[in-house]
Nanobody, 124 residues
Framework: QVQLVESGGGLVQAGGSLRLSCGASGRTFNGYTMGWFRQAPGKEREFVAAIRWSGGVTGYADSVKGRFTISKNVAKKTVYLQMNSLKPEDTAVYYC?????????????????WGQGTQVTVSS
């Protein structure tokens, strides 16, 4: 059974940085796509970034390009989301997701496995 556990959320001032972590367990993840999504109150869950477990191809939402970086540590089975130059509009619950499908998957329905989420709040 795949389990994903996010950590690293918190309260930060605008312009600051946070690094989110997603610990993955339950199987090997070769061939998987790992993604980060976020959901603000009253809004739909939206794609943030994704990375292929094998090879490391990445993709980003336009709203975070140049500010966020997704990476992975295969030995630790952990995916990271480094968030710099944070803005109040980045405030949301951030979710880690995983799916065995090929490609940089950009829609919530593409993913089979989800973590519980971690809150990120950016104050102005």
């Amino acid at each position: 059974q795949v389990q994903l556990v996010e950590s690293g959320g918190g309260l930060v001032q605008a312009g600051g940085s946070l690094r989110l972590s997603c610990g993955a367990s339950g199987r090997t993840f070769n061939g998987y796509t790992m993604g980060w999504f976020r959901q603000a109150p009253g809004k739909e869950r939206e794609f943030v970034a994704a990375i292929r477990w094998s090879g490391g191809v990445t993709g980003y939402a336009d709203s975070v390009k140049g500010r966020f970086t997704i990476s992975k540590n295969v030995a630790k089975k952990t995916v990271y989301l480094q968030m710099n130059s944070l803005k109040p509009e980045d405030t949301a619950v951030y979710y880690c997701a995983a799916d065995p499908s090929v490609g940089v998957l950009m829609y919530p329905d593409d993913y089979d496995y989800w973590g519980q989420g971690t809150q990120v709040t950016v104050s102005s």
